[in-house]
């Protein structure tokens, strides 16, 4: 189910992200769903990482990431786990703004709207790409690859 959680978040942001790049209503009943359903999946992904695989213990959890960067990258970093945190509180809080305020989130600026999307694909590509191996990196390479492949052929149409 860890694994399952996130890949099927980042395909519904897929999804939402060709919702939006078609320059489909954001408030709408159809991208609401969607887009609350992948941040819930995400959620649940942290949730299951940190019950099942750290037992609740943070310092485990910044081992776990010290030790996977300096297997991937040749050095120690651990802050990643805050980076997971906050990719989570932050698309919650997105669709806290969604659903609270739907007029004041379909006219937030580009910018803002931007740097948030940057943000998420920064840590999927991470997350399902650059830290796996194997099968789960060829799923994230597909997703990953699914979600530029939206965004490219919206800039292409502009």
């Known amino acids: 189910m860890l694994a399952t959680s996130i890949y099927v978040s980042a395909s519904l942001y897929?999804?939402?992200?060709?919702?939006?790049?078609?320059?489909r209503q954001q408030t709408s009943a159809l991208f609401k769903v969607v887009w609350s359903t992948a941040c819930l999946l995400a959620a649940l992904h942290?949730?299951?990482?940190?019950?099942d695989v750290h037992h609740w213990n943070h310092h485990h959890a910044f081992e776990h990431i010290a030790n996977e960067t300096e297997r991937v990258?040749?050095?120690r970093f651990g802050y990643?786990?805050?980076?997971?945190?906050?990719?989570?509180?932050?698309?919650?809080?997105?669709?806290?703004?969604?659903?609270?305020?739907?007029?004041s989130y379909q006219n937030r600026s580009n910018r803002l709207s931007s740097a948030f999307h940057l943000f998420l694909i920064l840590i999927m590509v991470n997350g399902a790409v650059v830290f796996?191996?194997?099968?789960?990196?060829?799923?994230?390479?597909?997703?990953?690859?699914?979600?530029?492949?939206?965004?490219?052929?919206?800039k292409t149409r502009s």
Do not use: Q
């Not at 897929?14 to 320059?23: F, V, Y």
């Open 14 to 23: 897929a999804i939402a992200l060709g919702l939006i790049l078609s320059k």
């Open 46 to 51: 942290a949730y299951l990482a940190l019950s």
């Open 73 to 75: 990258l040749g050095f």
């Open 80 to 103: 990643g786990v805050y980076f997971n945190y906050l990719f989570v509180l932050v698309w919650i809080a997105d669709v806290i703004w969604l659903w609270g305020s739907p007029e």
């Open 132 to 154: 796996r191996a194997g099968l789960p990196r060829y799923l994230g390479i597909i997703v990953i690859a699914a979600i530029l492949a939206i965004w490219w052929r919206s």
